[in-house]
Every structure is written in structure tokens, then in C-alpha cells.
T-cell receptor
Framework: AQTVTQSQPEMSVQEAETVTLSCTYD???????LFWYKQPPSRQMILVIR??????QNATENRFSVNFQKAAKSFSLKISDSQLGDTAMYFC????????????FGTGTSLTVIP | GAVVSQHPSWVICKSGTSVKIECRSL??????MFWYRQFPKQSLMLMAT?????????EQGVEKDKFLINHASLTLSTLTVTSAHPEDSSFYIC????????????FGDGTRLSIL
């Protein structure tokens, strides 16, 4: 079974600053995907960024980037120039490659951006 | 594209009643859908995998007779909470696999279930 660990239950960051959310996972799979999802108070699940395990290059999406360390099984999310709208729960998720596969979610990190 | 609609968004009902939650893929066909449960300030926990035309696969600890799942068409899966009790109150989220999408799964907006 796969496990995903987020060791930071809560974090805060000053507006316009940079923050990094941690995620580690455990798997014996070689082909998989990793994701960061954002869940604002509206409870909608919003995909922030994804990373294919076979790609060495770290994924980036505008202000969001990841530091993917496959050997260490680490997948952290960096948010640059934090905005008030970034305030939300952030979930790290693992999925095996292929169809019909479920997500394994971490326990989440509650991020608050302080004006 | 790849929109998943979940209905209702919020339901309040008396203890002992059954509640049906619908999950629809609006612009694509989904052979596989997933049902999650989320308690306040906790993560999403997979309850079951719903496959069109076959029985759902339930996760360990999830009561099949309590949480009935039906996936009768390629665009609709339903979750029925039978004889609901206050401990069943939670946030329920569905997701659907979307072929040829840049996302492996698309999530509904969730259903807040409150049992009095």
C-alpha cells in the first residue's frame, strides 16, 4: 500500500512571501504520479500541479513549483509571491500509473496567507 | 471540459432516513468513479471505487449495506446512505476518471450531509 505524509498540519506566510509545503510518500511502484491539490473553504478540490515520476524536471505552474526527489520520495510544493487567495488546505496525493487507480491523499496542510 | 456535477450540495435530514447523492460526468463518459468521505479538517478517505455495469469495490471498513453505490450508466454514479444516523454526517466527494484529460480525475463539488 502507498502512504503519503504531510508533516505540517498548519502553516502561515506573509503576503508576497514564499512558502514551502512538505510531502513524503512511500511506495514500491516505479511509475506513478504525484499531485498537489488545493481545497479552499468552498471545499472544491482544485488541482495545483502534477508531476510524473519518470520526469526528472520539476514541474512548475506560474507561482507554484515542486521539488521532486524520487530517491528520497519527497515532493514539496513551493508557493512564490503568496496571495490571500492561496489560503486553503493543501493535499499531496499519489496515484499509480494506469487507469482505474485511486488517489492516496496526505493528511493536509492548512495554509494561511497573512495580509 | 471534463465537468463533474454532484447533487445535492447540502442535505439535512432526520435520523433513520436514506439519502441519495448523485455524481454526474456532464461532458464525458466515466467508466470509473470514486467516492470519498471527508471529516472536518481531515483528509479525503476513499470509500469505494464505482465501475459502470459492475459492483463497486469497497475499501476495508466501509459497510456495503450502509453505503450503496450504483453506477448504471457511463455518466452517473449514485451513493445512497441507508438509514442514516448522526455519525454519518460528513462531506462526501465524488470524482470521475476522464479519458484524454490532463487530469486523471475530476472532482465534484461535494455534498455536505447533516443527519439530525
Amino acid at each position: 500500500a502507498q502512504t503519503v505524509t504531510q508533516s505540517q498540519p498548519e502553516m502561515s506566510v506573509q503576503e508576497a512571501e514564499t512558502v514551502t509545503l512538505s510531502c513524503t510518500y512511500d511506495t514500491s511502484e516505479n511509475n506513478y504520479y504525484l499531485f498537489w491539490y488545493k481545497q479552499p473553504p468552498s471545499r472544491q478540490m482544485i488541482l495545483v500541479i502534477r508531476q510524473e515520476a519518470y520526469k526528472q524536471q520539476n514541474a512548475t505552474e506560474n507561482r507554484f513549483s515542486v521539488n521532486f526527489q524520487k530517491a528520497a520520495k519527497s515532493f514539496s510544493l513551493k508557493i512564490s509571491d503568496s496571495q490571500l487567495g492561496d489560503t486553503a488546505m493543501y493535499f499531496c496525493a499519489f496515484m499509480k500509473h494506469g487507469t482505474g487507480n485511486q488517489f492516496y491523499f496526505g493528511t493536509g496542510t492548512s495554509l494561511t496567507v497573512i495580509p | 471540459g471534463a465537468v463533474v456535477s454532484q447533487h445535492p450540495s447540502w442535505v439535512i435530514c432526520k435520523s433513520g432516513t436514506s439519502v441519495k447523492i448523485e455524481c454526474r460526468s456532464l461532458d464525458f463518459q466515466a467508466t470509473t468513479m470514486f467516492w470519498y468521505r471527508q471529516f472536518p479538517k481531515q483528509s479525503l478517505m476513499l470509500m469505494a471505487t464505482s465501475n459502470e455495469g459492475s459492483k463497486a469495490t469497497y475499501e476495508q471498513g466501509v459497510e456495503k449495506d450502509k453505503f450503496l453505490i450504483n453506477h448504471a450508466s457511463l455518466t452517473l454514479s449514485t451513493l445512497t446512505v441507508t438509514s442514516a444516523h448522526p455519525e454519518d454526517s460528513s462531506f462526501y466527494i465524488c470524482s470521475a476518471e476522464a479519458p484524454y484529460s490532463n487530469q486523471p480525475q475530476h472532482f465534484g463539488d461535494g455534498t455536505r450531509l447533516s443527519i439530525l
